[in-house]
């Protein structure tokens, strides 16, 4: 298929009938696509919008605004998530906030665009934490496409693409929106959260644009027949262990092409673990160089011209392309030595009793969070977690000096991620710093209109589980309520009294247990739900102020 820079799209692209967009309300066209960008850009001109800060739920909308914005010759500004805290924290970072396409009269016809100069702009956290701001041009994203598009474009054809990433993220953005409008492929507008989801709305054939944890939680997914497998799986944010990768081959019918890149690099290699110790290799056009310390330098098509980015990416150069070894701001010292987090979770996750783990620092005190495999739990609760630690700590000692283990241990039902499937760094240390936490583990979030869901997991060592009915812990009706107002007013921006709730309990919430709590709004209530697999524990709603 052939490719259309988006900046030429409206004004010289393909023909009015092509589909955009999958939407359950009726596809997108190009024609229709095109009418509402022209009006939108329209009315953003006549506001003298200059910096516009863009988040909305549906991509296909999403699309539609970015493309206003930047034929109004703004600047888009990407928040990392819609969240009303998220925006609320970004507000000073431009002066229009956009969670819908701005809505216009009738307006001239769209002229192509300056990509040089159409610019938007993204927010990662880096290592410490700390927002950072990372501008883009179109014209480095355009090249970053016509490089998937000359790899794997003939493969895919004209297979539709469907997603369990947000596009508010530059994966998402990249691989789920940008990528299929330019080479005309259509795009589902709908997230997906779930496998089953996502495959029952997979129309034969298909491209699945997933994170690492969607990846990681195939269990219970039923073989996928021949003829509904999709024709490619995109996964980017972490690596994937193999086993995870070659249970996708199995149940999906193929292995997952694994992106390596950053927010601020883009796509710049892949691999499919085909076979053991696969390396990762270099996107075409894509020059990669060490620095001391085993470092990677980048020079790519993505970057701006002649720009060299010096990573933090410790890595590995073997035939065919390299070995990523971890992350060089990931060195911390313990009592005077030199500890690599990565290396020493590494080493504590291949233990057979651990399932996942992660390491923090936290008031220069080292500290490790682990998800322990089944047996292994029975075994922490059967002989206390003071001799669980001294055996895990005896099993590190072979390798490391005791002064550089773990102090501080957590052991948790799952650990926290973020929306694009990482492990949350500032939730860890805060998970850390806690002897006995007051708020669940969050391990995913699914906002929608006027709606969120968050998988919640609830440790043994909660607060709220001591001393309430010792020989039986519950979690009591009244730190239910608490949280629902809390994340209310933290994910949907609204502030609602406990004392106007309405509840019934059906069944007890009890400790290790994970929960997913649904919130959503309607004719002035919130509702609300927590739910352990198929079963309601309680329900209830709450009347908004007035």
Known sequence: MSLVPLALLLPHGRADETVVALRAEGALTLAALRLRVAQGAAALRRRQARRVLLATEDAADFLVALLAILHAGATAVM????????????????????????????????APLDAEACRLEFFTSGSTGDRKRLGKTLAQLQREVAVLEALWGERLGAAPVLGMVSHQHIFGLTFRLLWPVMAGRP??????????????????????????????????????????????IFTAGAPVKRTVAQQCGALLGVLPTEIFGSTETGAIAWRQQNAEEVPWQALPGTELTIRDGGLLDIRSPNLAPGEVCNSADRVELVPG??????????????????????????????????????????????????????AARAALKAGGQFRFERRLRQALATSHEPSALPRVWRFLPALPLDGMGKRDRLALEALLAEAAPREPILTALRPGDRAVELDLALPSTLHWFRGHFPDFAILPGVVQLHWVVAYAQRHLGIAVPASSAQVKFRRPIRPDETLTLSLSVLAGRLSFAYRRGGETCSSGTLVLPA
């Open 79 to 110: 928040p990392p998530n819609a969240q009303a805290g998220t925006l609320a924290g970004l507000a000073a970072e431009a002066d229009l906030l956009l969670t819908a396409p701005p809505v216009g009269e009738a307006a001239a016809a769209l």
């Open 187 to 232: 795009f589902a507008a709908h997230n997906h959260f779930a496998w089953e989801s996502l495959v029952a709305a997979m129309p034969g054939p298909a491209v699945a644009v997933v994170s690492p944890a969607h990846l990681a939680r195939l269990e219970g997914l039923k073989p996928l027949p021949a003829g509904r497998t999709p024709v490619a």
């Open 321 to 374: 392309g390299f070995r990523f070894a971890g992350r060089a701001d990931s060195i911390v010292k313990v009592e005077g030595k030199r500890v690599s987090l990565t290396a020493l979770e590494a080493e504590l996750a291949a233990l057979p009793e651990v399932a996942e783990a992660a390491l923090a620092m936290r008031d220069g005190t080292l500290g490790a969070l682990v998800v322990l495999q089944p």
